[in-house]
């Protein structure tokens, strides 16, 4: 099964690409309409024009905005409207006949963005190099790695996430809705709409250990600065253990579905 991922996931990825390519007008409205942390800058930006806010000047708050639209862009999926419409309609039966997990070509179109997407977010992040310089954490070897592996976990875990609210399709009449809830309590708790240190004391203390914020707001601290290697390496362990909880929990309500939808001739 392995090798026969691994012989496949190339031709995956290259199909992947070749779909975002012929779509490149839905991606590019896509990416233009992800433009919230850019309201959000401007209005901290005027707000710390009296002052600081906790450790954020007005050169912080643009940092970190930037970064969280560049993680955003970067590591965002939309699997799970692509599994509750073809739960609905049916042609999920399709690829549940094939002999690739459908989940893993779910993983490859979806990986196979991401070149497209660093390509896209490459001025952003030169705009961050020249308003952050010296407070972003890049230029330590060791805290390079945890950001790096930190963005690969943060798209595991959205994507897991995405494939867990997904599947709840096989189950309830909207899992749209439920996904719709998800992201306003995600808007929140990641912090991609304010750092998470602008949020009342105790709801801080809940955001930072629950997953949304290892999504966005842990790689954007990281990125900027905002974290000892030691607390980086600690919250990267947290992240990662998420990602495998993730990845259980959401393959069991997979398969949990898949033996529903079966049952009812899908």
Do not use: C
Not at 232 to 247: C, D, K, N, P, S
Request: aromatic residues 12%; charged residues 15%; positive net charge.
């Amino acid at each position: 099964m392995i090798g026969r991922v691994l012989r496949a996931y190339p031709t995956l990825l290259r199909v992947g690409l070749s779909e975002l390519v012929a779509y490149r007008a839905e991606f590019l409205v896509w990416i233009l309409t992800t433009n919230m942390p850019l309201v959000m800058l401007a209005i901290w930006h005027a707000v710390a024009a009296d002052g600081p806010v906790g450790r954020f000047d007005q050169k912080q708050f643009t940092a970190y905005y930037l970064a969280v639209l560049a993680v955003r862009l970067l590591t965002s999926t939309w699997v799970v409207w692509q599994m509750s419409m073809e739960i609905r309609d049916g042609t999920l039966s399709a690829k549940l006949l094939r002999p690739l997990h459908p989940l893993v070509a779910y993983s490859a179109e979806h990986l196979a963005a991401v070149p497209m997407r660093a390509l896209v977010i490459s001025p952003i992040l030169a705009l961050l190099v020249i308003v952050a310089g010296d407070r972003l954490a890049v230029r330590d070897p060791a805290m390079l790695a945890i950001i790096a592996a930190s963005l690969l976990g943060a798209w595991l875990l959205i994507f897991f996430t995405m494939v867990l609210l997904g599947a709840l399709a096989f189950f309830v009449e909207s899992a749209q809705g439920l996904f719709e809830l998800w992201l306003a309590v995600h808007a929140i708790l990641s912090g991609y709409l304010l750092p998470l240190e602008s949020l009342p004391t105790w709801l801080q203390s809940i955001a930072r250990v629950l997953p949304p914020r290892f999504m966005l707001g842990f790689p954007v601290e990281a990125l900027i600065g905002l974290e000892t290697r030691q607390q980086a390496l600690t919250e990267l362990g947290a992240q990662w253990a998420y990602v495998l909880a993730l990845f259980f929990s959401s393959l069991a309500v997979w398969r949990a579905g898949v033996k529903r939808f079966a049952a009812y001739g899908g």
